[in-house]
C-alpha cells in the first residue's frame, strides 16, 4: 500500500510539471530545456525557507512560485525574439547556468543555508521538514497523497480553466501564426511573458512539492538530464491539449523506471537504461507520432 501512495504522491507531482510545461511546448509553441532548472528553484526555495526561516509549506511553496515566475519572466523578456532552434540553446543556456549556480553555491567552511553556503553544493540539503500547513504536520503517505491530489487536481482545474479561455486560445494562434496574431493587434511579446512565468511559477511549486516530500534535494534535479526527461515526458505525452497528454507523460515518467524495477540488474545499469529508454522512446514517437499518445498538435 505504501508503495503505491509512494507512486501517486510521485505522478502528482510530475504531472503538474507536465502540466505547466504543456503551456510553454502545447500552447506558445517554445521547445525548452530550462523547465527543470524552475522546478529545481522551487526545491531549494522550499528548503532554504523550511529548514532556515522554519516557514510552512504554503509561505514557502507561494515564494517558490514567485521567484520560478519572476526568474523565468525575465528571462522571457531578455529572449523573447528567438524562436526554433535559437529558443532552445538560449533555455539551455539558462538551464546549464542555474544548474551551475546551484552545484556551486557551496563553501565548506561555513554553515548550511548560510550566505555563502545556500544550497550546500553536490551534497545537498538534507532533512528538509515535511509540509506544515497551519500546524498540521502531513508525515503519514495517506494524507500527503491526498494534499498532493488535491494540489494536483487544483493544478488540472487551472490549467483547463486558463487554456481554454480567450487568453488560452490566443495563446494557439501565436503558436500556429504569431505573424497573423500580430496583425490582429495581439500583444505577443506580453503574452508570451505570462505564458512563461505562470508555467515556470508551477513548476516552481512543483519542486516545492517535491522537496518536502522525499526531504532531500541536489542539483540533479536541475541537470541535463532532468530537463531531457521532463522535455520527454511531454513530448511522449501529447501536447494542445489541457490534461490528456500532460497525464499520460507524467504516468509514463512514474511507470518506466518503476517497471524496471522487476529486471534483475545493477541500480546504476537501471538508471542509464531508463535515460536509454526514454531516449528510444522520444526518437520513436518524433519519427512516428509526433503529436504524442494524446496530443492534438504536432511536434516539428
Request: charged share 10%; net charge neutral; hydrophobic share 60%.
Amino acid at each position: 500500500m505504501n508503495y503505491l501512495l509512494h507512486l501517486l504522491i510521485l505522478f502528482d507531482i510530475y504531472l503538474v510539471v507536465a502540466l505547466s510545461l504543456n503551456i510553454i511546448v502545447g500552447y506558445v509553441g517554445l521547445l525548452t530545456l530550462a523547465h527543470a532548472a524552475y522546478f529545481g528553484i522551487g526545491a531549494y526555495t522550499y528548503a532554504v525557507t523550511a529548514m532556515m526561516l522554519d516557514w510552512g509549506f504554503i509561505p514557502a511553496a507561494l515564494l517558490a512560485v514567485a521567484i520560478g515566475a519572476l526568474l523565468s519572466a525575465m528571462m522571457s523578456v531578455a529572449s523573447w525574439r528567438f524562436r526554433g532552434d535559437f529558443f532552445v540553446l538560449i533555455s539551455l543556456a539558462i538551464q546549464v547556468m542555474i544548474f551551475a549556480i546551484l552545484k556551486n553555491w557551496h563553501d565548506p567552511t561555513q554553515p548550511v543555508g548560510s550566505l555563502s553556503n545556500m544550497t550546500n553544493g553536490d551534497y545537498g540539503l538534507a532533512g528538509i521538514p515535511s509540509p506544515n500547513i497551519f500546524g498540521y504536520v502531513f508525515e503519514d503517505k495517506v494524507a500527503v497523497a491526498l494534499l498532493f491530489t488535491a494540489f494536483a487536481i487544483a493544478a488540472v482545474l487551472l490549467s483547463r480553466y486558463l487554456l481554454e479561455s480567450p487568453w488560452g486560445r490566443m495563446l494557439r494562434a501565436l503558436r500556429d501564426d504569431e505573424l497573423a496574431a500580430r496583425g490582429l493587434g495581439k500583444n505577443v511579446r506580453v503574452a508570451k511573458v505570462w505564458a512563461v512565468a505562470i508555467a515556470c511559477g508551477m513548476a516552481g511549486f512543483a519542486g516545492a512539492m517535491l522537496s518536502s516530500y522525499i526531504s532531500f534535494v541536489n542539483p540533479t534535479i536541475s541537470d541535463i538530464n532532468e530537463a531531457a526527461l521532463l522535455l520527454s515526458m511531454i513530448i511522449i505525452g501529447g501536447v494542445g491539449n489541457s490534461f490528456r497528454g500532460p497525464f499520460f507523460g507524467a504516468l509514463l515518467l512514474i511507470l518506466i523506471p518503476e517497471g524496471l524495477r522487476f529486471v534483475d540488474m545493477p541500480i546504476t545499469l537501471a538508471a542509464e537504461m531508463r535515460l536509454m529508454i526514454y531516449g528510444l522512446l522520444l526518437v520513436a514517437f518524433m519519427h512516428w507520432r509526433p503529436q504524442g499518445v494524446a496530443g492534438s498538435s504536432r511536434m516539428e
